[in-house]
T-cell receptor, first 114, second 118 residues
């Protein structure tokens, strides 16, 4: 079955702009979470959605937001981009039942802010 | 305090040999899950293996096995018969909370860069 799909894979934005990243989870998975990966901070949790509701949120400013649609696809948005937002953004999807505890990631979206 | 500690920034192994990547964790939860991921330079985070805190047997997935020592709070990844394609960054991660509940947040270690030499 298809894995987690993230688009776009690579993008370059200018400071002050906004960006929207998309994630399609594995079919049947209803939980989608987002992570930011930078060389300095490593992998950090952004937020998690389940059935269109945000259940968990990491310690990021309000410029980072997300949403989930009824088909479980998710988007994250970063407004007023800063140079420090340059990172690999990873989306993960999870099944919801036990023992379905595997969490699968997509290939990520590489964002460069110039 | 760090919740996931990977003390080996880099490791080298000869092709066809086994290698152990260390991971220790810190949690007060009784129910938690431990994951290992492989990240090649392309960026994709590839799921390798999962161990639940209540699992009595060590998890195995092909050439990967997880040496789970609950009392010591360690969850080391063992890769047998290393291959050149195993060269990548390896991350240990933990999910805390109820396995059937709503917490799917992962906390990651800083990773270990594994290099397999021919």
């Amino acid at each position: 079955k298809a894995g987690v799909t993230q688009t776009p894979r690579y993008l370059i934005k200018t400071r002050g702009q906004q960006v929207t990243l998309s994630c399609s989870p594995i079919s049947g998975h209803r939980s989608v979470s987002w992570y930011q990966q930078t060389p300095g901070q490593g992998l950090q949790f952004l937020f998690e959605y389940f059935s269109e509701t945000q259940r968990n949120k990491g310690n990021f400013p309000g410029r980072f937001s997300g949403r989930q649609f009824s088909n479980s696809r998710s988007e994250m948005n970063v407004s007023t981009l800063e140079l420090g937002d340059s990172a690999l953004y990873l989306c993960a999807s999870s099944s919801t039942g036990f023992p379905g505890n595997t969490i699968y990631f997509g290939e990520g979206s590489w964002l460069t802010v110039v | 305090a760090q919740k996931i500690t990977q003390t080996q920034p880099g490791m080298f192994v000869q092709e066809k040999e086994a290698v152990t990547l260390d991971c220790t964790y810190d949690t007060s939860d009784q129910s938690y899950g431990l994951f290992w991921y492989k990240q090649p330079s392309s960026g994709e985070m590839i799921f390798l293996i999962y161990q639940g805190s209540y699992d009595e047997q060590n998890a195995t997935e092909g050439r990967y096995s997880l040496n789970f020592q609950k009392a010591r709070k360690s969850a080391n990844l063992v890769i047998s018969a290393s291959q050149l394609g195993d060269s990548a960054m390896y991350f240990c991660a933990m999910r805390e909370g109820n396995s059937g509940g709503s917490n799917y947040k992962l906390t990651f270690g800083k990773g270990t860069l594994l290099t397999v030499n021919p």
